[in-house]
């Protein structure tokens, strides 16, 4: 039998990357937009996938929509990868971070149960639940400490998938993904303007990269490796919750330092701290550990921060 995966979010780096890996195992993919009629999918043109998928609008904060949707799907898998995805807008856009992230999840779920149907259901938590945790590696029973509009909703989604779970037996995860990066990352996101930035200025720009706070520490992966993460969380025989990450944290400014070496300059001589850009909380140190997911999926990152950048400024230099 042929499953059925229906896919919140599928124009993002992650919904892209995700249709593309269930295309591969055979899966009939349905991908939501919030206006699919207008939405461009350049994230599946670009990866040759487009035609391939079946694409329909949703709200996800209308719960009418989305039931409307689950009833016409009938999906096996849901994904739900939607929602306001950067932390920076969510100081300036709280109200609509917290309904398309919370509200839209408890709706996916509410939805789900309602149907009765045993469909299976992923959700996309965030690291940046966690907060400040200093020095150490988090793990799924790390507090949640959230210093951003954007954490407090994806902590928020995170306790409605345990509750549901718990009370209804719905077969319900959270991934808990850290940093992951790819080409097909807007550049709203610091990684993506890093790279862009530093190639017009390798082909002879004479602008100046502005960047915020570079002592920050991420662990950064590979965004295609991550989507493999969720998948095989629906392939276990129980519903639970991972940390996804790599488990090594690198600084901003090596993150940047490495981008600026793989075109043969010095970033010191091209970029400026710039206050503006500061956020008003920022966690100093983010670091997961994928152990769990390691024991329980035989999932474990194979690229690090080295790999990522390396492969992101080829496929910029290509583009």
Avoid at 80 to 92: D, I
Wanted: proline fraction near 4%.
């Amino acid at each position: 039998m042929t499953k059925t995966a229906l896919i919140c979010g599928v124009s993002g780096q992650d919904g892209a990357y995700l249709a593309q890996l269930l295309l591969n195992k055979g899966y009939q993919i349905w991908g939501t937009s919030r206006d699919a009629q207008m939405s461009s999918f350049k994230n599946l043109v670009r990866l040759g996938i487009k035609e391939q998928i079946k694409l329909t609008s949703m709200a996800l904060n209308d719960f009418r929509s989305v039931l409307q949707v689950l009833l016409k799907v009938e999906p096996d898998e849901v994904y739900n990868l939607a929602g306001q995805t950067s932390v920076g807008l969510s100081f300036e856009q709280p109200v609509e971070t917290l309904e398309s992230i919370a509200t839209g999840t408890l709706n996916l779920l509410e939805a789900i149960r309602f149907t009765g149907a045993p469909i299976k259901f992923y959700n996309a938590g965030s690291s940046e639940c966690f907060g400040d945790i200093g020095d150490t590696s988090a793990t799924e029973t790390t507090p949640f400490r959230p210093r951003s509009p954007y954490a407090v909703a994806k902590s928020t989604a995170f306790w409605e998938v345990a509750n549901y779970r718990e009370a209804y037996g719905i077969f319900a995860c959270s991934g808990i993904l850290f940093n992951h990066e790819s080409p097909l990352r807007p550049e709203r996101f610091v990684t993506q303007k890093i790279i862009a930035t530093a190639c017009r200025i390798a082909q002879g720009s004479q602008e100046t990269l502005h960047l915020g706070n570079i002592s920050v520490e991420r662990d950064w992966g590979w965004a295609p490796e991550y989507v493999e993460a969720m998948y095989l969380m629906l392939q276990h025989d129980h519903p639970d919750d991972y940390v996804i990450a790599t488990g090594e944290s690198s600084k901003l400014e090596d993150f940047v330092a490495q981008v600026f070496t793989c075109l043969g300059l010095n970033w010191q001589d091209h970029v400026v701290t710039d206050k503006s850009l500061f956020r008003p909380t920022d966690l100093a140190i983010s670091r997961g550990n994928p152990a769990k997911a390691r024991n329980q999926l035989g999932w474990q990152a194979q690229y690090k921060m080295r790999d990522v950048v390396k492969m992101m400024v080829e496929d910029k230099q290509n583009s």
